[in-house]
């Protein structure tokens, strides 16, 4: 087998605030051990177990319970996380995994290799469905030894190093999910992983208390006792705590946009954008095809083109993030920026509502859709307002529901929606977070598919040859393609490219170390002072 070897810890070249643990002691800056890190996790997770529940804010908490094999440098090259080496056949269809020695899962059982498998081809093929088509790829996965792994896949896969972060295919325990009805096992509620904290206690409504797994691989580490995640659901009382101390650190959407100019004045604080690469979130409008008349891409490309997102960045965000213009987002490989949606433009919207057949009522009204709003902050509820009054510039009537996160999620999984607003991550390449949206092969019941039910036979094909072409040259021609279809058809209207800044003590280190952001596991992180 010709080798190519990866897995070198790429050094950050940056501020302190992306210091890693030994660079921090390199310019005198020695790890503090000891203290609680006390932050926000907005809106409240329903579940902690990875896999089982997607959402935001169950990666944030859980990639510090559960650890993938890798993690990632912010240009998205391959870092060591359980896995502590690895190498890559030359023709990238043979990958051997040489793991961590004495890992331990919280109730202290060893971790193996019969664990890593379990979790890839069993735990996650069945509940990630964005790591699925993947993983299908795989033709054997065997252990050679209890931490050896060796994996073949049917073709080379130019990406497939990107699968392996926590958030996608995080390791866990066999002896506690094999034989079991995954989604229901009592360990969803009592996660069991191997990261550098456990869960302590959960008070629902009020906190989630994590605390130093004293039996974690790495020496020494981690560093903090203990990270208690605050639920606060009011976003003014979230701002202050963070001006105020009372928390250390706030992430994603804890902060509303238009509050961070404010606190980028503060010394005490430090607004760090960095850390989303891996993400690269991408906000739109999500449509049901199934609800008319969205099944008529005419309509979608006039409901598009009634929306100025210049107004939604510069006067909704304060400027965080940047206008979408095609499905895949500019910071992820592949994107093409010749494939551009149809500039924003009211009066075009009129007229091919009008030449398709949607006259307005005596009421000036098209028709009607309801549309339930995101419910992760009063940001994404004056997004929607502004949809409201843009939709009705063109004679669109937009009836406003609302819901909880949980439940918000119950019903985009099982179609119980006409529009709402979502964003997902593309984890570096359109393979992994782009395709699984459109695609009708991932039409399914689960939140994060094909939910919308969009279907084209040419789309599908495209993804099928970027996803088992092994030359990034034929990758970039079938994404370039497709994305050109999709933003003739507009199956979902494309928004923002969404930034989330990290706001945090100056007193704390280590925050943003990586291109997975504070979705990393904090074994590292330590309070100064």
Same mark, same amino acid.
């Given at each position: 087998?010709?080798?190519?070897?990866?897995?070198?810890?790429?050094?950050?070249?940056?501020?302190?605030?992306?210091?890693?643990?030994?660079?921090?002691?390199?310019?005198?800056?020695?790890?503090?051990?000891?203290?609680?890190?006390?932050?926000?996790?907005?809106?409240?997770?329903?579940?902690?177990?990875?896999?089982?529940?997607?959402?935001?804010?169950?990666?944030?908490?859980?990639?510090?319970?559960?650890?993938?094999?890798?993690?990632?440098?912010? +240009?998205?090259? *391959? %870092? /060591?996380? !359980?896995?502590?080496?690895?190498?890559?056949? #030359?023709?990238?269809?043979?990958? &051997?995994?040489?793991?961590?020695?004495?890992?331990?899962?919280?109730?202290?059982?060893?971790?193996?290799?019969?664990?890593?498998?379990?979790?890839?081809?069993?735990?996650?093929?069945?509940? +990630?469905?964005? *790591? %699925? /088509?993947? !993983?299908?790829?795989?033709?054997?996965?065997? #252990?050679?030894?209890?931490?050896? &792994?060796?994996?073949?896949?049917?073709?080379?896969?130019?990406?497939?190093?990107?699968?392996?972060?926590?958030?996608?295919?995080?390791?866990?325990?066999?002896?506690?999910?094999?034989?079991?009805?995954?989604?229901?096992? /009592?360990?969803?509620?009592?996660?069991?992983?191997?990261?550098?904290?456990?869960?302590?206690?959960?008070?629902?409504?009020?906190?989630?208390?994590?605390?130093?797994?004293?039996?974690?691989?790495?020496?020494?580490?981690?560093?903090?006792?203990?990270?208690?995640?605050?639920?606060?659901?009011?976003?003014?009382?979230?701002?202050?705590?963070?001006?105020?101390?009372?928390?250390?650190?706030?992430?994603?959407?804890?902060?509303?946009?238009?509050?961070?100019?404010?606190?980028?004045?503060?010394?005490?604080?430090?607004?760090?954008?960095?850390?989303?690469?891996?993400?690269?979130?991408?906000?739109?409008?999500?449509?049901?095809?199934?609800?008319?008349?969205?099944?008529?891409?005419?309509?979608?490309?006039?409901?598009?083109?009634?929306?100025?997102?210049?107004?939604?960045?510069?006067?909704?965000?304060?400027?965080?993030?940047?206008?979408?213009?095609?499905?895949?987002?500019?910071?992820?490989?592949?994107?093409?920026?010749?494939?551009?949606?149809?500039?924003?433009?009211?009066?075009?919207?009129?007229?091919?509502?009008?030449?398709?057949?949607?006259?307005?009522?005596?009421?000036?009204?098209?028709?009607?859709?309801?549309?339930?709003?995101?419910?992760?902050?009063?940001?994404?509820?004056?997004?929607?307002?502004?949809?409201?009054?843009?939709?009705?510039?063109?004679?669109?009537?937009?009836?406003?529901?609302?819901?909880?996160?949980?439940?918000?999620?119950?019903?985009?999984?099982?179609?119980?929606?006409?529009?709402?607003?979502?964003?997902?991550?593309?984890?570096?390449?359109?393979?992994?977070?782009?395709?699984?949206?459109?695609?009708?092969?991932?039409?399914?019941?689960?939140?994060?598919?094909?939910?919308?039910?969009?279907?084209?036979?040419?789309?599908?094909?495209?993804?099928?040859?970027?996803?088992?072409?092994?030359?990034?040259?034929?990758?970039?021609?079938?994404?370039?393609?497709?994305?050109?279809?999709?933003?003739?058809?507009?199956?979902?209207?494309?928004?923002?490219?969404?930034?989330?800044?990290?706001?945090?003590?100056?007193?704390?280190?280590?925050?943003?170390?990586?291109?997975?952001?504070?979705?990393?596991?904090?074994?590292?992180?330590?309070?100064?002072?």
């Amino acid at each position: 087998m010709g080798i190519s070897r990866r897995g070198l810890l790429a050094a950050s070249a940056t501020a302190p605030v992306l210091m890693r643990a030994s660079e921090a002691m390199a310019q005198g800056i020695a790890p503090r051990r000891g203290g609680t890190l006390q932050t926000i996790l907005s809106p409240e997770p329903p579940v902690l177990q990875l896999g089982v529940n997607n959402q935001g804010p169950t990666g944030i908490a859980g990639s510090k319970i559960f650890q993938g094999l890798l993690e990632y440098s912010p +240009t998205l090259e *391959a %870092r /060591p996380a !359980l896995a502590k080496s690895w190498e890559v056949s #030359a023709d990238g269809r043979e990958y &051997i995994f040489r793991l961590q020695e004495n890992v331990k899962f919280h109730d202290g059982r060893p971790m193996t290799a019969d664990d890593v498998i379990f979790s890839i081809m069993k735990f996650h093929m069945e509940v +990630t469905p964005r *790591a %699925r /088509p993947i !993983l299908q790829l795989i033709e054997v996965m065997e #252990a050679r030894d209890p931490l050896t &792994i060796r994996i073949v896949l049917k073709q080379a896969f130019q990406p497939f190093l990107l699968i392996f972060h926590s958030t996608t295919t995080c390791i866990v325990p066999k002896h506690l999910f094999d034989g079991q009805d995954y989604r229901q096992a /009592p360990a969803v509620q009592r996660p069991v992983g191997t990261g550098p904290f456990r869960l302590a206690e959960w008070q629902r409504g009020n906190f989630i208390r994590l605390e130093r797994f004293d039996q974690y691989w790495k020496p020494g580490q981690p560093y903090l006792d203990a990270i208690i995640y605050r639920i606060i659901p009011d976003s003014q009382s979230r701002r202050l705590a963070i001006e105020t101390g009372q928390v250390q650190l706030t992430q994603a959407s804890d902060i509303e946009p238009f509050d961070v100019p404010a606190l980028r004045s503060r010394p005490n604080l430090v607004v760090n954008p960095a850390g989303w690469e891996y993400q690269s979130p991408l906000s739109w409008i999500e449509l049901n095809h199934r609800v008319k008349p969205l099944d008529d891409a005419r309509v979608r490309r006039a409901m598009s083109m009634a929306i100025d997102r210049n107004f939604i960045v510069n006067r909704l965000w304060f400027g965080v993030g940047k206008p979408a213009t095609n499905p895949v987002a500019s910071t992820t490989r592949f994107h093409d920026a010749s494939a551009r949606i149809a500039a924003f433009n009211v009066a075009e919207a009129n007229r091919i509502l009008d030449q398709a057949g949607f006259p307005r009522n005596a009421q000036g009204v098209r028709f009607t859709l309801k549309h339930m709003a995101l419910p992760y902050g009063e940001i994404w509820t004056r997004l929607s307002e502004y949809l409201r009054q843009a939709m009705r510039n063109i004679g669109v009537n937009f009836d406003m529901e609302s819901t909880d996160a949980g439940s918000w999620a119950r019903r985009v999984g099982n179609w119980e929606y006409e529009t709402t607003i979502n964003f997902v991550y593309q984890f570096g390449d359109p393979t992994l977070g782009v395709e699984r949206t459109y695609v009708s092969t991932n039409i399914q019941r689960v939140t994060f598919t094909n939910t919308g039910g969009y279907a084209n036979p040419q789309v599908d094909a495209l993804f099928q040859t970027a996803r088992t072409s092994a030359a990034a040259a034929d990758r970039q021609r079938a994404f370039s393609e497709v994305q050109k279809i999709l933003v003739e058809e507009v199956p979902q209207i494309w928004l923002t490219e969404l930034a989330f800044p990290t706001i945090h003590d100056r007193r704390l280190n280590n925050v943003i170390t990586s291109g997975v952001g504070v979705h990393a596991p904090f074994d590292d992180v330590f309070l100064a002072g």
